[in-house]
């Protein structure tokens, strides 16, 4: 995970590692944690040069192990970031998320920003 957080940084972004669960206070009370149920194992930005513009294009990453299966609620939050302009995906490597982030950066560097 730290090598794709660290890819994440050579490309000019930040991926941040978004823990979630539940835990017990010393008080007694429950609290929880991280984004929420499904959200993914990393949350941050990528930028995208759009019309002579940097824009930081939010980005959720899910890590899975080789043999690693996202959960329906984890498919769904990587399916609403992209279906609002974001990029999100499942990967094993670094590589994986390089190849993710080229073929996504295309589709957001061919956005046209006229609003006319």
Do not use: W, Y
Request: charged fraction near 20%; include cysteine.
């Amino acid at each position: 995970m730290r090598d794709i957080q660290l890819a994440a940084s050579e490309m000019g972004g930040r991926l941040f590692r978004n823990n979630v669960g539940l835990f017990q206070t010393i008080d007694g009370r429950m609290a929880q944690c991280g984004m929420g149920k499904g959200s993914s194992d990393l949350i941050g930005f990528i930028p995208a040069e759009v019309e002579n513009t940097v824009l930081a294009v939010f980005t959720a990453i899910e890590v899975k192990s080789q043999m690693g299966i996202p959960t329906t609620e984890q498919n769904n939050f990587l399916e609403m970031v992209r279906s609002n302009g974001g990029i999100a995906g499942v990967v094993r490597s670094r590589h994986e998320f390089e190849f993710l982030i080229e073929n996504s950066l295309q589709n957001v560097s061919s956005l046209d920003m006229n609003t006319d």
